[in-house]
């Protein structure tokens, strides 16, 4: 007889042998659920086997947090590997991935929308993370080098300093550094209602390698110094609409965390905003060595490095050299322009803000 069935007989058998021992319908309830029970693997110890965990299961366990959301990744060239991020928090280290003769078009949530690089949907460091399920995935979009070049995108980056309530503005020599608060929020909401793209410090030195590709619909938004003027006055507006910001930081005279998600703190330097010698600033004035090491302080304090703003503007290559050494990749400047691709990373340009500017001067400059 075959095996099979020689193990149907054995369970018959055992079955019968319930029925007659317990008797009644007991007996016959017992043996009919004794047959039904499904058998549960186990391993040679008798535990239980369970099947493996998915990678994004297996990051969810291990996170063990309700606000934690599993990242995958769809697409040519797109990373293998989910990431962890967390819900209500910007989206943090989206990856930039490389892919033999094309240009990374950023991420999307769908695949029409990658294909399309549809501004309007692409999801970067300056977006909040949304989860189903504690679980979200994004797709690659790639274009033609040739295509990225035919955006000739030229990304402002504006440069604010303190801000004022009055709308007559401030006295004294600093007046023209005070940006009336009614114009700066009415610039935000033109930002924030025209649907211009957000880029973060890393996509930005991807874009100027010509690695990435930027919409020329884009804005960088950053503040010099960390005023208290810029806690209490400029940040409820760029809470209000949402808006990445940039704030440079001396840290030197102040470490405040940041005061929103929104928030950005990179270096001004730790304590080079001070003249130096021949009256300019320190950044000028210190060797390779010297200027890293204050930037290696103020980077240590701010727990990133990444980009930095001179102090003053002031830079020469001496400063350049101090920079690259402490590990920083940019440096923003104070002289006017715009960022292109093939821009030097260590003398990025900017669009300055002075008090009087109100949306429409905006407008003229970025669109």
């Known amino acids: ?46 535990a239980i086997e369970h099947p493996p965990l998915s990678p994004v299961e297996q990051l969810l366990h291990d996170a063990d947090d ?61 977006d909040a993370v949304v989860c189903v399920d504690q679980q979200v995935q994004l797709f690659a979009g790639w274009m033609t080098p040739e295509q990225n070049v035919a955006e000739n995108a030229q990304i402002p980056i504006l440069m604010y300093h303190q801000f004022t309530a009055k709308a007559e503005g401030e006295s004294g020599w600093l007046r023209g550094n ?19 793209y957000m880029p973060t410090w890393d996509e930005l030195s991807a874009f100027i390698d010509g690695r990435l590709f930027l919409p020329a619909h884009s804005v960088i938004i950053t503040d010099d110094d960390a005023d208290q003027s810029w806690f209490d006055l400029a940040v409820p507006v760029i809470d209000k609409y949402k808006l990445l910001s ?24 730790n304590d080079m905003h001070q003249a130096g010698d021949n009256g300019k600033g320190r950044m000028v004035n210190w060797t390779a060595d010297q200027i890293a090491a204050d930037l290696n302080a103020s980077g240590d304090i701010l727990g990133v490095r990444e980009v930095m703003a001179y102090p003053f503007g002031h830079y020469n290559d001496t400063a350049k050299q101090g920079v690259a050494q402490a590990g920083y990749e940019m440096a923003r400047t104070i002289e006017p322009g715009l960022v292109t691709i093939g821009t030097d990373k ?11 500017m109100t949306v429409d001067a905006l407008i003229k400059r970025i669109g």
């Open 1 to 46: 007889m075959a095996t099979g069935g020689r193990r149907r007989l054995k369970v018959v058998a055992i079955i019968v042998s319930a029925v007659v021992l317990l008797g009644g319908g007991a007996a016959a309830a017992f043996a009919w659920t004794a047959a039904r029970e499904p058998v549960v693997p186990r391993s040679e110890a008798g």
């Open 66 to 126: 309700p606000l934690a959301c599993a990242l995958s990744f769809a697409g040519e060239g797109a990373p293998a590997d989910p990431m962890l991020q967390r819900q209500s928090a910007l989206f943090q280290g989206l990856p930039i991935p490389a892919r033999e003769g094309f240009v990374f078009g950023g991420w999307y949530p769908t695949e029409a929308a990658a294909t399309a690089f549809d501004q309007a949907a692409r999801v970067n460091g300056a």
């Open 178 to 196: 005070y940006a009336y608060i009614g114009d700066f929020e009415a610039q935000m909401s033109h930002i924030a209602s025209s649907g211009f």
């Open 246 to 269: 940039t704030s440079f930081m001396i840290t030197a005279y102040r470490q405040d965390p940041a005061p929103s998600i929104y928030v950005q703190r990179r270096s001004h330097t």
């Open 346 to 356: 260590l003398a990025l340009p900017v669009v300055r803000i002075d008090y009087g």
